[in-house]
C-alpha cells in the first residue's frame, strides 16, 4: 500500500495518562516541549487528531514556530459522524492551512454540507458507521500528497493506529507528574490477551529537556 509515514505523539505524565479524571490537560508537560511539538507539527505533511480530541479541546493544530514554516500541514480530524463544528478553532483559521475531516459512510449529509461550505475537504470513506485506517493513509497520500503524518491525539485514534500496525516512530514527551488510576490514558483498549502479540519499538534517542524526558522510538523491526 502506498501510504505516508507515520508518527505518534504524546504527552503524558510518567504513568501515561494525557488528563486527569475531570479532563483537565492544560498543561501536561512544559513549554520547551510544546515548542518541540509545534517543530514537528512543521516537519510533516499532516497533523491527525480524532473527533473526540476536536470536540473537547477546540484546537487549532498549526505549527507555530519561530520562523513561520513555509506551509502548515494539512489538519486532519478522524469524524466518523462529521460532527466537527463550523465555527470551531480549526475551521476559523482555515485560511491558515487546509483542514480535512474524515467522515464514515452514512455521515449526516447536512454536517457536511456545513463543513464543506466553509472550504473544508470532507471524504467520506466507504465503511459505514466507521474509518478504515488503511483507506485514510491511502487518501491522504493520493489527494493530499501526504507523506508523513503525526498522530496527535487522542487514545482511541492512537489505539486505532496501533492496532492496525501503522506507526512507524513515536515521540514521547514525559513530564515527571503522576496522574493515577482515573487519569484519562495515552491510548485506548488494544484487546491484546497475550504479550507476545504486543506492538514491539526500540528507543533510538532520549533528551532531558528543561523538566520534561522526549523519548524517540521507531518500529522494531
Known sequence: MNRPTVTLKLATSLDGRIATASGESKW???????????????????????????????????????PMPQRQPVRVVFDSAARVSPTSRLV????????????????????????????????RLEAPGRIDIDEALS???????????????????AAAFVKADRIDRIEWFRAPILLGGDGVP??????????????????????DGERDLW???????
Open 28 to 66: 501536561i508537560t512544559d513549554e520547551a516541549a510544546r515548542a518541540h511539538v509545534h517543530r514537528l507539527r512543521a516537519a510533516h505533511d499532516a497533523v491527525l487528531i480524532g473527533v473526540g480530541t476536536a470536540l473537547a479541546d477546540d484546537p487549532e493544530l498549526t505549527a507555530r514556530t519561530d
Open 92 to 123: 476559523r483559521t482555515i485560511e491558515a492551512g487546509p483542514v480535512a475531516v474524515f467522515a464514515a459512510a452514512g455521515a449526516d449529509p447536512a454536517r457536511i454540507a456545513a463543513l464543506q461550505a466553509q472550504g473544508v475537504a470532507v471524504e
Open 139 to 157: 487518501r491522504l497520500a493520493a489527494r493530499f500528497r501526504v507523506t508523513r503524518a503525526f498522530v496527535e491525539g487522542g487514545g482511541r485514534l
Open 186 to 207: 495515552a491510548l485506548g483498549d488494544l484487546g491484546l490477551s497475550a504479550l507476545a502479540a504486543a506492538p514491539r519499538f526500540r528507543r533510538v534517542a532520549v533528551r
Open 215 to 221: 523519548e524517540t522510538y521507531e518500529r522494531a523491526l
